[in-house]
């Protein structure tokens, strides 16, 4: 997608708030790397303590070919056996979804690569399988195998890499693993399948710009610009792309063009780049199932944004998966994205569509993300998700203890023309905050939900609580929202200002909806969320695991929440059936 097609959250998004947002906040753009834990109490009144947002941001204009982290990096042969580096990234989610793909078949390989012993598996032997394509698979013996590569093995036909579980393949310090570049943005093959194998310590560079790096620094561990990739039951660790840059992305895997890349079953740990610390998408779709993202890193800063015609930003968007694209879907089941941040926008995940694209989110768990902390004026916002001119839908998720200068959890908002709209149904937003300030009227606002311009929808039997911010700690902007059988009840600094939700003019005019239960009560400038709301404590029990793929609040004995909604989903985010009256929340009591 042309650069100058993007505006993408910059001073001019920025100002696209009300303009009391910025005059009630003193919100100052901050955004530098500092340290400071912070904790903040969740619905029940448990603590939780935040990252320390620490790390230092890079200022090199390019990928750096850091060596320090790879295994036996001056060798072009195949190693066997303990390389010195036991982290294995952590294990995928248990299953939850229909997958889109299953393990393609190897029992009858076009290619062996190996003859079962440690030294036959060789960089050389496996670049000539992969030169001639079809299916590969390895005999390297019993042990763990490491094969570390001196430079990227071309993937030029349909390829299919099995490593049976015990092979990895690693970088050699200064090139990516894989690369597949057709030369033609259209093209939907070759097909690349990675499955049940390790790619770990790719590093890639590119052309150096202005600011920073272009797009062909993207993808540590897989290029492909054309053509599709899937990744199944495969570990991607400590892969970077290049450090900076606007559009430059995928730590691990970068992805151009009209295909699509399918991650079923994997994990992605560690990885850093410009944007996207664990996978970039320019032009493509995306889709991620049943998998794990934790620890990724997005080390650009100041966005992606054009200012009086020029671009502007070195990138930072997406701790864990940045997509930018027309006309594609995003989707993700049963995955879990953990501890991700961004130098700039969406801690978990950033997305920016251009015809209000669907973007899909089912039974996922997105926790202890964050927009990492600044002190400066450079853009930062959206501690999880920041998805913008999509049609947006969330169900039976969770999205718990992010953190963002401002927006510490779901950020919805238009994009120019293009309207987004946030439909939510049986999900919890919980514990997400915003960085504390002395004195508490610097503090950002907007910590569980943040609806932007040209954007409607409907919240359907959620739990909002325990978000904690300087005011609209809840939703900032339920004006254009339909909101029923919802818990809104969360934790504020400013008392004299609406704690739980702002409308489109601060506090006016609510949302509409019925059915639903906000707590507490300010001592000025109160909002009701939806008029006429009951006003009532949910008596909200902990953040636990209650069954289901995610954790969730669920309402004690006694609470007013128990029996009280009307026109509920058949099921709750648990995927038990709900009772009629049933309970509101995403949670279903009997």
């Given at each position: 997608m042309a650069r100058n097609r993007r505006d993408l959250m910059g001073v001019a998004l920025i100002a696209g708030w009300s303009a009391w947002t910025s005059a009630c906040t003193g919100d100052d753009g901050s955004a530098s790397s500092t340290s400071g834990a912070t904790a903040s109490t969740s619905a029940?009144?448990?603590?939780?303590?935040?990252?320390?947002?620490?790390?230092?941001?890079?200022?090199?204009?390019?990928a750096t070919s850091a060596t320090s982290n790879t295994s036996n990096t001056s060798s072009s042969t195949a190693t066997s056996g303990d390389t010195g580096d036991t982290d294995t990234g952590g294990d995928p989610p248990p299953a939850t979804?229909?997958?889109?793909?299953?393990?393609?078949?190897?029992?009858?390989?076009?290619?062996?690569?190996?003859?079962?012993?440690?030294?036959?598996?060789?960089?050389?032997?496996?670049?000539?399988?992969?030169?001639?394509?079809?299916?590969?698979?390895?005999?390297?013996?019993?042990?763990?195998?490491?094969?570390?590569?001196?430079?990227?093995?071309?993937?030029?036909?349909?390829?299919?890499?099995?490593?049976?579980?015990?092979?990895?393949?690693?970088?050699?310090?200064?090139?990516?693993?894989?690369?597949?570049?057709?030369?033609?943005?259209?093209?939907?093959?070759?097909?690349?399948?990675?499955?049940?194998?390790?790619?770990?310590?790719?590093r890639a560079s590119g052309t150096p710009i202005p600011l920073g790096t272009d797009v062909d620094g993207g993808g540590g561990a897989i290029f492909f610009r054309g053509g599709s990739v899937a990744a199944i039951d495969a570990r991607f660790i400590d892969n970077k792309c290049a450090a900076e840059g606007p559009d430059v992305g995928g730590g691990a895997i970068y992805g151009i063009g009209a295909g699509e890349l399918i991650v079923v079953g994997s994990t992605f740990t560690g990885n850093e780049g410009a944007n996207g610390g664990a996978i970039g998408i320019l032009g493509a779709a995306l889709t991620v199932v049943d998998s794990l993202l934790e620890g990724n890193r997005a080390t650009g800063f100041g966005a992606n944004y054009v200012e009086g015609g020029m671009q502007m930003g070195?990138?930072?968007?997406?701790?864990?998966?940045?997509?930018?694209?027309?006309?594609?879907?995003?989707?993700?089941?049963?995955?879990?994205?953990?501890?991700?941040?961004?130098?700039?926008?969406?801690?978990?995940?950033?997305?920016?569509?251009?015809?209000?694209?669907?973007?899909?989110i089912d039974r996922t768990l997105i926790e202890a993300n964050e927009a990492r902390d600044r002190m400066d004026d450079l853009p930062s916002g959206a501690g999880a998700l920041y998805l913008q001119g999509s049609t947006v839908t969330i169900t039976a998720s969770t999205i718990a203890q992010n953190r963002a200068r401002s927006s510490a959890g779901v950020w919805i908002l238009g994009h120019g023309q293009a309207p987004a709209v946030a439909d939510l149904t049986n999900v919890t937003i919980t514990g997400n905050a915003t960085w504390p300030r002395d004195p508490f009227t610097d503090r950002g606002i907007g910590a569980g939900l943040t609806i932007g311009d040209n954007t409607t929808g409907t919240i359907l039997n959620c739990t909002i609580a325990g978000n904690d911010a300087q005011f609209a700690s809840g939703i900032a902007r339920a004006t254009?929202?339909?909101?029923?059988?919802?818990?809104?009840?969360?934790?504020?600094?400013?008392?004299?200002?609406?704690?739980?939700?702002?409308?489109?003019?601060?506090?006016?005019?609510?949302?509409?909806?019925?059915?639903?239960?906000?707590?507490?009560?300010?001592?000025?400038?109160?909002?009701?969320?939806?008029?006429?709301?009951?006003?009532?404590?949910?008596?909200?029990?902990?953040?636990?695991?209650?069954?289901?793929?995610?954790?969730t609040l669920l309402p004690m004995p006694g609470s007013p929440a128990l029996a009280a909604g009307s026109g509920c989903p058949p099921t709750d985010q648990r995927g038990q059936p709900r009772a009629d009256p049933c309970t509101l929340g995403a949670v279903e009591v009997p």
């Amino acid at each position: 997608m042309a650069r100058n097609r993007r505006d993408l959250m910059g001073v001019a998004l920025i100002a696209g708030w009300s303009a009391w947002t910025s005059a009630c906040t003193g919100d100052d753009g901050s955004a530098s790397s500092t340290s400071g834990a912070t904790a903040s109490t969740s619905a029940a009144g448990t603590t939780t303590a935040a990252s320390d947002g620490t790390g230092t941001e890079s200022t090199g204009s390019t990928a750096t070919s850091a060596t320090s982290n790879t295994s036996n990096t001056s060798s072009s042969t195949a190693t066997s056996g303990d390389t010195g580096d036991t982290d294995t990234g952590g294990d995928p989610p248990p299953a939850t979804c229909d997958h889109p793909l299953d393990l393609a078949p190897v029992d009858a390989p076009d290619h062996v690569v190996g003859d079962g012993t440690p030294a036959s598996c060789s960089a050389q032997a496996l670049a000539d399988a992969v030169a001639q394509g079809g299916t590969i698979v390895f005999a390297c013996g019993d042990a763990p195998h490491t094969i570390t590569l001196p430079q990227a093995l071309p993937i030029t036909e349909d390829t299919v890499l099995d490593g049976g579980g015990s092979v990895t393949l690693a970088g050699g310090g200064s090139d990516r693993l894989l690369v597949m570049d057709t030369g033609n943005f259209e093209a939907t093959s070759p097909h690349l399948t990675v499955q049940r194998l390790t790619l770990r310590g790719g590093r890639a560079s590119g052309t150096p710009i202005p600011l920073g790096t272009d797009v062909d620094g993207g993808g540590g561990a897989i290029f492909f610009r054309g053509g599709s990739v899937a990744a199944i039951d495969a570990r991607f660790i400590d892969n970077k792309c290049a450090a900076e840059g606007p559009d430059v992305g995928g730590g691990a895997i970068y992805g151009i063009g009209a295909g699509e890349l399918i991650v079923v079953g994997s994990t992605f740990t560690g990885n850093e780049g410009a944007n996207g610390g664990a996978i970039g998408i320019l032009g493509a779709a995306l889709t991620v199932v049943d998998s794990l993202l934790e620890g990724n890193r997005a080390t650009g800063f100041g966005a992606n944004y054009v200012e009086g015609g020029m671009q502007m930003g070195r990138g930072g968007n997406g701790g864990a998966i940045v997509m930018d694209g027309q006309g594609r879907d995003l989707s993700l089941c049963g995955a879990v994205l953990r501890e991700n941040s961004s130098g700039a926008f969406g801690g978990a995940i950033f997305r920016t569509s251009y015809e209000s694209e669907p973007t899909t989110i089912d039974r996922t768990l997105i926790e202890a993300n964050e927009a990492r902390d600044r002190m400066d004026d450079l853009p930062s916002g959206a501690g999880a998700l920041y998805l913008q001119g999509s049609t947006v839908t969330i169900t039976a998720s969770t999205i718990a203890q992010n953190r963002a200068r401002s927006s510490a959890g779901v950020w919805i908002l238009g994009h120019g023309q293009a309207p987004a709209v946030a439909d939510l149904t049986n999900v919890t937003i919980t514990g997400n905050a915003t960085w504390p300030r002395d004195p508490f009227t610097d503090r950002g606002i907007g910590a569980g939900l943040t609806i932007g311009d040209n954007t409607t929808g409907t919240i359907l039997n959620c739990t909002i609580a325990g978000n904690d911010a300087q005011f609209a700690s809840g939703i900032a902007r339920a004006t254009p929202l339909t909101i029923r059988n919802t818990i809104i009840s969360n934790l504020a600094d400013n008392q004299y200002t609406p704690l739980n939700c702002t409308g489109s003019s601060y506090a006016t005019p609510p949302g509409s909806g019925d059915h639903d239960l906000q707590w507490p009560t300010g001592l000025k400038d109160d909002m009701d969320c939806v008029a006429g709301i009951t006003r009532q404590d949910p008596l909200l029990a902990p953040l636990a695991d209650n069954g289901g793929p995610t954790p969730t609040l669920l309402p004690m004995p006694g609470s007013p929440a128990l029996a009280a909604g009307s026109g509920c989903p058949p099921t709750d985010q648990r995927g038990q059936p709900r009772a009629d009256p049933c309970t509101l929340g995403a949670v279903e009591v009997p």
